[in-house]
């Protein structure tokens, strides 16, 4: 059948008919059908059908009948099925076809309100209607793919809608993985590789916050999916919608919009922690961001983690010295095991984004934007990065104990006041002596200032006890050497504090540690 005689033939279906009148279904739906398969096959096929006069004018006509009866009344199967093949023949008609798409773009208003309708928890819940609504889904997908001037048009009115009317929202909520997996796809296809869409999806409100939030849902229950499952499968999907976010320069966009000021310093959301995990995962892969991007998005989590230490660092202090007077009253602000999740894992991605610039030309700048972060106290002083980092881990050698075989080595010296919740739950505090030693390790290589800086903190010797196995903190031995080693160089005023200690370390001529 050549391409005006497939025009002909759904023409001549709808030509003179009642679409009111089911005795059109099966006619219209069996014509759509058989021209889907065509255009599924052929991209030649597609831009010759779209440029037929009739073609549009008819698809308009079924869209624009199939709500006002399918959302009105409980649908028959072969209403059901109207809708279905038609879903499927515009879907394959604007497969990429840009011009198809614009044309489809008229039908979109139907095209939502058919899935708004099938969205709801009642309908989503029956199975009769997950095909229908995945291939309503798959359509609208297809006509947004890769077409700017379409997404332009339709991606800020999504962004703008209320709960009840945000579809994308709803399909989240679907049961079928593959009506979630599709509504992934169109969020991914309207946002690759635009800021301005991306930004709307992070901050927007109250739409696309909640949108973010909904999907760092999905990626927390799909995270420990294999990747040759279905789930796996969705799971990819989801991340790279916050890769893009991340490669848009959007990551201190999205943070901030995902934390109220109501919630306070010591609240890290669970959306949060979700979104330093992907970014931690992000920054082990190649990236299309910029320098300038990259730069700012150091400057940012050198930023956040001085304000995330010096909360952990303040909260740990007057435990411990609560504890001391009186254990057995202290309290451990609940709040605390997630804002040292959240420390552990900016730190991890500080250390990823200072050592991938360590070969590259802005790598100084990136290294000295870090060094030059500053906190300001209450009493008007300012403290580095570096600095905050050796006080906060003075408070967690005090408050953890290093684990030996399961066991915790406790400081004879000191008065047993180690957390029930530390004890309890050990997860909050997993790895973070071992990464707050490898941050400093990186900051003060081949600097003198802040070799001096530690040490007049008392962080050599903090550093030496930290020498040790740590069940806790996997490598925490190596990284603690690897630190005190960058600390020992060319500087004989901190290697004259390690030479009380001879003869368990000593030093080449050249300022480097031996062990």
């Not at 394959?92 to 708004?116: F, H, K, S, T, Y």
């Not at 359509?139 to 991606?155: F, G, K, M, P, R």
């Not at 049961?175 to 169109?186: F, N």
Request: net charge negative; proline share 4%.
């Amino acid at each position: 059948m050549n391409v005006h005689d497939t025009a002909l033939t759904i023409h001549e279906v709808l030509e003179g008919r009642d679409l009111a009148s089911p005795i059109v279904f099966e006619p219209l739906s069996n014509a759509f059908m058989l021209v889907a398969k065509q255009l599924a096959e052929s991209v030649d096929f597609r831009k010759a059908l779209g440029q037929e006069p009739t073609i549009w004018e008819d698809l308009e006509t079924v869209w624009k009948h199939l709500p006002q009866r399918i959302c009105v009344q409980e649908p028959t199967d072969a209403l059901r099925n109207l809708c279905i093949c038609t879903s499927r023949f515009t879907r394959n008609l604007v497969a990429g076809v840009p011009e198809n798409q614009i044309d489809a773009l008229q039908n979109e208003p139907q095209l939502r309100a058919i899935i708004q309708h099938f969205s709801s928890f009642f309908l989503m819940e029956d199975s009769a209607n997950t095909l229908l609504l995945r291939t309503v889904v798959q359509a609208l997908s297809n006509i947004l793919t890769a077409n700017n001037e379409a997404q332009d048009a339709v991606w800020p009115v999504y962004m703008s809608l209320p709960d009840e009317r945000n579809i994308l929202l709803r399909l989240l909520a679907s049961p079928d993985l593959s009506t979630a997996t599709s509504t992934m796809i169109l969020v991914l296809n309207c946002i690759n590789g635009s800021r301005e869409r991306s930004q709307l999806l992070v901050s927007s409100r109250p739409a696309g916050v909640r949108l973010s939030k909904a999907l760092l849902d999905k990626v927390d229950l799909l995270l420990e999916a294999s990747e040759t499952t279905e789930q796996g499968k969705t799971f990819e999907i989801c991340y790279s919608i916050f890769r893009n976010v991340f490669d848009m320069g959007l990551f201190a966009t999205a943070w901030e919009s995902l934390w109220s000021p109501d919630d306070g310093a010591m609240t890290i959301t669970p959306h949060q922690t979700i979104l330093l995990k992907l970014l931690d995962a992000h920054l082990q892969l190649p990236t299309t961001r910029s320098e300038g991007d990259s730069l700012a998005l150091l400057k940012f989590l050198a930023e956040l983690h001085l304000q995330l230490a010096d909360v952990a660092n303040k909260a740990l202090h007057a435990y411990l010295t609560a504890a001391a007077e009186d254990e057995e009253h202290a309290s451990l602000d609940e709040r605390l095991p997630k804002v040292v999740e959240a420390i552990v894992l900016v730190t991890q991605a500080l250390c990823a984004l200072l050592l991938a610039s360590a070969s590259q030309s802005g790598g100084d700048v990136m290294l000295n934007t870090a060094k030059a972060v500053r906190l300001q106290e209450d009493d008007g002083s300012e403290v580095l990065l570096s600095d905050l980092s050796v006080d906060l881990l003075k408070e967690l050698d005090s408050f953890l104990p290093r684990i030996i075989l399961g066991k915790a080595a406790q400081d004879s010296s000191r008065p047993n006041i180690i957390s029930h919740e530390a004890q309890s739950d050990p997860t909050g505090f997993a790895y973070i002596k071992r990464d707050l030693v490898r941050l400093l390790g990186i900051l003060c290589h081949n600097d003198k200032d802040i070799q001096d800086s530690i040490r007049a903190r008392e962080g050599i010797q903090l550093i030496m006890n930290l020498c040790v196995v740590d069940e806790r903190n996997p490598y925490l031995r190596e990284h603690a050497l690897f630190t005190l080693k960058n600390l020992l160089q060319n500087n004989p005023e901190n290697q004259a504090v390690v030479d009380e200690f001879k003869p368990l370390v000593q030093w080449d001529q050249e300022g480097n540690l031996i062990v």
